[in-house]
């Protein structure tokens, strides 16, 4: 069974629009207000999966569009981030390639400090995780006293040499995992995993469903955050 992360409620105001569609034609996402600042400090670590199963023109985001999305993200929660509790690093697969370091979201200079670091890195497109993994584990025990959350973007083709050696660190993160599945199966060993919180996405989405997902990941220890919402021909749909 799949548990969220995004603490429930939701209000009639503080959500923005993603993509401007007019609901009677095409459904539109709206991200939900990202909240309060959370009490304790927290660490968002966002890993790319950049192989050619993904970005090849038949792949699961062949335009970089998930890029994209996670600026518009990340911009909405930096807007009302206010202290330095609040870090984002991003990563890649292909590690050390891309990787932006640790940024406070309210660092002035966040959206240049990360925009490198949300496009393709150019590298081998690799689909082993364990490097990028390995990273992600040093970034959280380098952050203690932070509540930590992994955030991985893959379509979870992975080419690892002990694909069970993968889950079996996912199982063990000092944090929260959550796993943002980009058209592929939610890999079954992290189905039951307690630190793990599970997003499919798949081609027929809306724009906006990736934004959405991470806004997840970065509003989950936030206080009084809302659901980001689905517009479509018959109405409002919350996002769990």
């Given at each position: 069974?799949?548990?969220?992360?995004?603490?429930?409620?939701i209000?009639?105001?503080?959500?923005?629009?993603?993509?401007?569609?007019?609901?009677?034609?095409?459904?539109?996402?709206?991200?939900?207000?990202?909240?309060l600042?959370?009490?304790?400090p927290?660490?968002?670590?966002?890993?790319?999966?950049?192989?050619?199963?993904?970005?090849?023109?038949?792949?699961?985001d062949?335009?970089?569009?998930?890029?994209?999305?996670a600026?518009?993200?990340i911009?909405?929660?930096?807007?009302?981030?206010?202290?330095?509790?609040?870090?984002?690093?991003v990563?890649?697969?292909?590690?050390?390639?891309?990787?932006?370091g640790?940024?406070?979201?309210n660092?002035?200079?966040?959206?240049?400090?990360?925009?490198?670091?949300?496009?393709?890195?150019?590298g081998?497109?690799?689909?082993d995780?364990?490097?990028?993994?390995?990273q992600?584990?040093?970034?959280?025990?380098?952050?203690?006293?932070?509540?930590?959350?992994?955030?991985?973007?893959?379509d979870?083709?992975?080419?690892?040499?002990?694909?069970?050696?993968?889950?079996?660190?996912?199982?063990?993160?000092?944090?929260?995992?959550?796993?943002?599945?980009?058209?592929?199966?939610?890999p079954p060993?992290l189905?039951?995993?307690?630190n793990?919180?599970?997003?499919?996405?798949?081609?027929?989405?809306?724009?906006?469903?990736?934004?959405?997902?991470?806004?997840?990941?970065?509003?989950?220890?936030?206080?009084?955050?809302?659901?980001?919402l689905?517009?479509?021909p018959h109405?409002?749909?919350?996002?769990?």
């Amino acid at each position: 069974m799949t548990t969220y992360i995004q603490p429930s409620g939701i209000l009639p105001g503080g959500v923005i629009a993603v993509r401007d569609f007019p609901p009677e034609r095409e459904p539109w996402i709206e991200l939900g207000w990202p909240g309060l600042e959370p009490k304790h400090p927290c660490l968002v670590i966002v890993n790319f999966d950049d192989s050619g199963s993904v970005t090849a023109p038949q792949g699961n985001d062949p335009v970089g569009n998930r890029f994209e999305e996670a600026r518009r993200a990340i911009k909405l929660v930096a807007d009302w981030t206010f202290s330095s509790r609040s870090k984002l690093a991003v990563l890649h697969f292909d590690h050390p390639l891309g990787a932006s370091g640790v940024v406070a979201l309210n660092d002035r200079h966040v959206q240049r400090t990360l925009d490198p670091s949300l496009r393709n890195p150019g590298g081998w497109g690799t689909s082993d995780l364990l490097p990028s993994l390995a990273q992600m584990e040093r970034l959280a025990t380098a952050h203690a006293g932070h509540d930590v959350i992994g955030t991985i973007v893959s379509d979870f083709e992975l080419t690892d040499a002990d694909p069970s050696e993968v889950f079996s660190r996912l199982r063990a993160f000092p944090g929260l995992i959550h796993v943002v599945v980009l058209g592929g199966q939610v890999p079954p060993d992290l189905v039951d995993a307690d630190n793990v919180t599970t997003t499919p996405l798949s081609p027929g989405d809306p724009p906006g469903a990736f934004a959405a997902a991470l806004h997840r990941s970065l509003t989950a220890t936030r206080r009084a955050a809302r659901h980001s919402l689905l517009h479509g021909p018959h109405g409002k749909q919350v996002l769990p």
